[in-house]
């Protein structure tokens, strides 16, 4: 039965402030939007770095870029896609989607959500300013000691990204922390963690992830900045440091990083094609072990970044073997996805569903070229060839962009009330998947003829000028494929927001709820009996009748426990509040303030101490 809602009350609770005030908003929906929206900018600012240099390499000889910027322009393209685009993106999507698809009003911490966020931003213009003060990081995306070290790159260019990146590297960890403690505790009654949406599932993995891969960067660029500030010499051979242990720390977590962006992709992809397919997802568990494994594995890869150093033999052959049974556990999934397309009676052909067979179809070719260069001695031939650059963006562009498109055309009328228009969706796809396969699968031949990555020009005659030419083109027809889907969603805008609460029929929570959601996602908390709440097919329609009523009167949503989601408590969460941008600005003055002058720090440092005394004032419940 249900009791009467306040809806007055409810709305007075959960507004969100509008002008100069929107600054302290802290709810999920409002902080995942922004997260959305800003990586997706820098998605196209990292986007266009490529098309240059891609226009720089479409000819032999050519001098549209000096050798100095086109070094800056890919490691500001690797560092924008990887540290601004694709985790913030996947985060961005976790801290929208999760709370909706769990059944919460909110995400456990809204406040350390929104700090989150403003890191993130502060992070990522101070990386733009840099580019343009012609002052922007230079030793790609994976920065290098010693090129990286005070001898090598005097200038303040390193130190961008030292200081850009450390600091980044809090709102990556802050979203994992708050994701995680909303998944395990914020579940509705009944959602046992055997019930949990797979996206649910593989944004609890991302989060641990970055909880383990993060730190060991964050240190990592800590110590080159003491090296390169105050003379310390982790990495400094001449006085007994190491500048293998950079890569080591770099790459324990840059591997699993690429995980940590697909495996959210993944699970965009579970959600999407039992939907299209009009069946359940064939083999939830295993795909969700897999998700865990694949997780667990991740971290013990590494050193197949390092076979062209001084690693032992041993070492080589069990990385590379990790490295190739990786493959198991993401063909569990390749298997699962391609079997409920084929057991589907009921195909329905829309723009989401296109997207995704798209990416199995590039994800498997990424995945093909990944065991290629797991084995050591091809990685020897083909290393910091063009070779490797087609193989990473197999499995980024296809293994995330992909999938991130599917997620787009399949949310955007939760997340705007529209939907976005079917024709343009599917030239959007042909021109993406015709204009990636031109540019990319050429690149690996490319690689095989020799032409090394990370060079600004070459000289007629190497046989590498008509390849890249066909690479050039088909970059620019993938970039107008995007344009397409930009078009796309302006012009959804210039409809009214009509679309209903479960445009595709879709059987998980955030369908429950109107499209887009009430700030506070449901007056009501349904109990859940089964993994897809909202399909009949399984004796019951709708969600349970049984429904959980949280106080209307302040911010409260149901706690429940980690396993079974046994309801046990009410938990009250905050409001907004000014605190989180200021607390980021202080942040922000101890590390980007340490590119000028190290007084900065202590100045941040005593900043940031009044900005958690605010934050952590006792305040009036409910206020
Ligand atoms: C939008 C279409 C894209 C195009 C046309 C493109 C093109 C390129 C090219 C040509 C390079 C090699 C530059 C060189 O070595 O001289 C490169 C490097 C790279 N790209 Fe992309 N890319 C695109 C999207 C992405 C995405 C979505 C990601 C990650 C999610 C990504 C990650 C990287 C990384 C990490 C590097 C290495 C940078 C370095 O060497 O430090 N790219 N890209
Ligand atoms: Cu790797």
Do not use: C
């Not at 055997?194 to 991302?206: D, E, G, S, T």
């Not at 050591?376 to 499995?395: G, I, K, L, N, R």
Request: charged fraction near 10%; charge should be neutral.
């Amino acid at each position: 039965m249900k009791e009467t809602v306040n809806y007055q009350e409810l709305m007075r609770v959960w507004r969100n402030p509008t002008g100069l005030a929107s600054l302290t908003l802290v709810n999920h929906k409002a902080v995942g939007l922004r997260y959305i929206v800003t990586a997706f900018v820098f998605f196209g600012f990292g986007g266009l770095l490529a098309l240059t240099m891609l226009l720089q390499l479409s000819r032999p000889g050519l001098s549209i870029l000096s050798p100095y910027t086109y070094n800056q322009f890919f490691t500001m393209h690797g560092t924008t896609q990887m540290f601004l685009f694709a985790v913030p993106v996947m985060e961005g999507l976790g801290i929208y989607l999760v709370p909706l698809m769990i059944g919460a009003r909110d995400a456990a911490f809204p406040r350390l959500n929104a700090f989150g966020y403003w890191v993130y931003l502060i992070a990522g213009v101070t990386l733009y300013a840099s580019l343009l003060l012609g002052r922007a990081p230079d030793a790609g995306w994976f920065n290098y000691v010693p090129l990286s070290g005070p001898e090598y790159s005097p200038n303040v260019n390193i130190d961008f990204y030292t200081a850009a990146i450390s600091f980044l590297e809090i709102a990556a960890l802050v979203a994992a922390v708050e994701l995680i403690v909303t998944i395990f505790k914020l579940r509705a009654p009944g959602m046992s963690i055997n019930r949990m949406p797979l996206f649910v599932w593989a944004i609890l993995v991302m989060s641990f992830m970055i909880v383990f891969a993060f730190p060991p960067l964050v240190l990592g660029s800590i110590m080159l900045q003491l090296d390169r500030m105050v003379g310390t010499h982790f990495f400094n051979v001449a006085a007994g440091g190491n500048p293998l242990l950079w890569q080591h720390l770099f790459w324990w977590f840059g591997h699993p990083e690429v995980y940590i962006i697909a495996i959210p992709a993944f699970g965009m992809i579970s959600m999407v094609i039992p939907v299209f397919a009009r069946r359940h997802i064939i083999g939830y568990l295993p795909v969700a072990l897999s998700l865990l494994t694949i997780g667990l594995v991740s971290f013990g890869l590494w050193v197949h970044h390092m076979f062209t150093t001084s690693v032992s033999f041993l070492g080589m052959s069990l990385f590379a073997a990790a490295s190739m049974a990786i493959a198991i556990p993401s063909g569990v999934q390749v298997f699962a996805w391609v079997g409920t397309i084929y057991e589907s009676r009921r195909l329905l052909w829309r723009t989401p569903l296109l997207f995704s067979s798209g990416f199995v179809v590039l994800f498997v070719l990424g995945g093909i070229t990944g065991v290629m260069v797991a084995s050591v001695p091809f990685d020897w031939q083909v290393q910091d060839s063009h070779f490797v650059t087609a193989h990473f963006h197999y499995v980024l562009i296809g293994g995330a962009v992909f999938p991130l498109f599917a997620g787009l055309y399949y949310w955007y009328p939760k997340l705007t009330g529209r939907l976005l228009d079917e024709r343009l969706g599917r030239l959007s796809f042909w021109l993406m998947f015709v204009g990636f396969n031109v540019a990319f699968f050429t690149m690996h031949y490319t690689g095989f003829m020799g032409m090394p990555r990370r060079v600004s020009t070459y000289m007629f005659g190497r046989g590498w000028d008509t390849p890249m030419l066909i690479t050039a083109v088909g970059a620019f027809v993938l970039a107008a494929g995007i344009a397409v889907t930009l078009v796309a969603a302006i012009s959804a805008h210039t409809r009214p927001a009509d679309a209903p609460a479960d445009p595709w029929g879709g059987g998980t929570l955030e369908w429950a709820t109107a499209s887009p959601p009430p700030p506070y996602n449901f007056e009501m908390i349904p109990a859940v009996n089964h993994r897809t709440p909202l399909w009949p097919a399984t004796g019951q329609v709708g969600p349970a009748d049984t429904y959980y009523h949280p106080r209307d009167d302040q911010r409260e949503t149901i706690g429940t426990s980690i396993l079974d989601a046994e309801p046990q408590q009410r938990v009250l969460l905050a409001g907004n509040s000014v605190w989180p941008v200021l607390l980021a600005l202080a942040v922000a003055i101890t590390f980007i303030g340490s590119i000028v002058t190290l007084v900065a720090v202590p100045i941040g440092a005593f900043l940031s101490f009044i900005a958690i005394a605010g934050w952590n004032w006792p305040r009036e419940v409910g206020a």
